[in-house]
């Protein structure tokens, strides 16, 4: 397993933007494909992008496609998450996951985003 810290969150006005960090321990983070995920308060977590081993590919849930990328890099053991044009329904705490085979085995512990309108 990989060890996940996320930094970068805070507290913007709607409209603005936030990019956020996350930076894994362990020489095998190429082998992981990587997600972010968000949890609001009172809902379930929802995934929000996610990105192949080689950046070839990437996925975006629907409520952020056009205005988040998803990115990483391999050499730094990081992936990032470039949020635009934020909403306040984009309130949540941010997780990023990595996935080895079939399921998300390793998680962060999470980075508070918040906009005000």
């Known amino acids: 397993q990989v060890q996940l810290v996320e930094s970068g969150g805070g507290l913007v006005q709607a409209g603005g933007s936030l990019r956020l960090s996350c930076a894994a321990s362990?020489?095998?983070?190429?082998?992981?494909?990587m997600g972010w995920f968000r949890q609001a308060p009172g809902k379930e977590r929802e995934f929000v992008a996610g990105i192949s081993r080689t950046t070839a590919s990437t996925s975006y849930a629907d409520s952020v496609k056009g205005r988040f990328t998803i990115s990483r890099d391999n050499a730094k053991n990081s992936v990032f998450l470039q949020m635009n044009s934020l909403k306040p329904e984009d309130t949540a705490v941010y997780f990023c996951?990595?996935?080895?085979?079939?399921?998300?085995?390793?998680w962060g512990q999470g980075t508070q985003v918040t906009i005000s309108s």
């Open positions: 362990g020489r095998t983070f190429s082998s992981y494909y």
């Open positions: 996951a990595a996935r080895l085979g079939g399921s998300y085995n390793s």
